[in-house]
């Protein structure tokens, strides 16, 4: 596995293109990460200015610069309007393990479009980026995105209990899995 990415990749899936966040981003991303419900499980306050999202995108550039991680932005074809981002973050390339976060604009919930991106980032970190493991941690009352891991092969493993110190509060964390072998597999019986 390579600690940088010299070109950021560009995935395409039947209905979306996930692509690098820019600064020129910044009202999209305001847009969504403005709504207390999209935040809900984020482990932030929503967004009030533009500022707090050009910070965002900051943070999106520097795990790349680092080798840490790497975050797409989710557009439709056709528009280029980023309504979500999916990515790795805490790579740990000597162990070939990653941890995956994705949210969606609540415009676009209950279409499938979470699980489209996410299946095209990690058929990415799988077969470009060499991992063995991928991880997500999902706060238990986070249904939807229990059920949208679930859908791509994830097992829940255990509960992190008091894992995150986030918003004013403890939260508990489940802790998801999904294997390359086990990601392969589903992937043949399609």
């Given amino acids: 596995m390579t600690n940088e990415v010299e070109t950021f990749p560009v995935l395409e899936t039947d209905r979306l293109i996930l692509r690098k966040i820019e600064k020129s981003d910044a009202n999209s991303i305001l847009k969504y990460l403005s709504d207390k419900e999209v935040m809900e499980f984020y482990g932030l306050e929503p967004?009030?200015?533009v500022d707090d999202a050009l910070n965002e995108i900051s943070w999106y550039q520097s795990i790349v610069n680092e080798g840490t991680?790497?975050?797409w932005g989710i557009t439709l074809k056709g528009?280029?309007?980023v309504i979500?981002?999916?990515?790795?973050l805490n790579m740990v390339p000597q162990h070939f393990r990653t941890e995956i976060g994705f949210e969606l604009s609540?415009?676009?919930w209950g279409q499938g479009i979470a699980s489209e991106a996410l299946e095209a980032v990690i058929t990415y970190g799988f077969s470009h980026l060499n991992f063995q493991r991928i991880e997500a941690l999902i706060e238990p009352p986070n249904m939807p995105s229990q059920k949208v891991t679930e859908k791509?092969?994830?097992i829940r493993e255990g509960l992190l209990r008091n894992y995150e110190f986030t918003c004013g509060k403890f939260d508990?964390?489940?802790l998801y899995s999904l294997l390359k072998q086990d990601f392969e597999a589903l992937q043949n019986e399609k």
């Fill in 47 to 49: 967004f009030k200015t």
């Fill in 172 to 174: 508990d964390l489940y």
């Fill in 106 to 108: 609540k415009s676009y």
């Fill in 69 to 71: 991680g790497i975050r």
């Fill in 79 to 81: 528009e280029d309007e």
């Fill in 152 to 154: 791509q092969g994830f």
């Fill in 84 to 88: 979500g981002s999916c990515g790795f």
